[in-house]
């Protein structure tokens, strides 16, 4: 028996394809930036959006957050909610664009969960959840 996940919902449109290119190099980016210690891609990604002073809007957020959760649909590992969420803020980034990485925990039972914000609305995430996670690192 199976228990159904609670997943983002699928974008309703597919992004154009020189952001669908940036998403695979910023997931490869990410698989890439993952491999050392975490406090290392938070340094990176910080000093990346330190050069990047354009806001995202919430449709380009929402073009990155598809492009690189298709990019990480053919890649052989562990894809899940840290990767895409760092490739989606690295896929920004090559799109000139700045936007917020959040890493959050819950209790009661314990959960980890990684995301993008922008004009702290969270991206590609269910609207309601059941629970809200605490935000320990914004990047």
Not at 44 to 55: D, E, G, I, Q
Request: charged residues 20%; proline residues 8%.
């Amino acid at each position: 028996m199976t228990t159904p996940m609670a997943l983002p919902p699928i974008p309703s449109r597919r992004p154009r394809l020189t952001r669908r290119l940036l998403g695979v190099v910023g997931f490869w980016s990410a698989v890439v930036l993952l491999r050392f210690q975490l406090k290392h891609s938070v340094a990176v990604l910080a000093a990346l959006k330190r050069r990047t002073r354009a806001r995202a809007v919430i449709s380009e957020v929402t073009d990155a957050v598809a492009a690189a959760t298709a990019a990480g649909n053919w890649f052989p590992g562990r894809a899940a909610c840290l990767e895409n969420s760092l490739a989606a803020a690295l896929t920004a980034i090559l799109m000139r664009r700045s936007v917020d990485w959040c890493i959050g925990v819950r209790l009661m039972p314990y959960a980890a969960h990684a995301w993008v914000e922008v004009e702290g609305t969270p991206v590609g995430e269910p609207d309601d959840p059941d629970r809200p996670f605490i935000v320990i690192t914004r990047t």
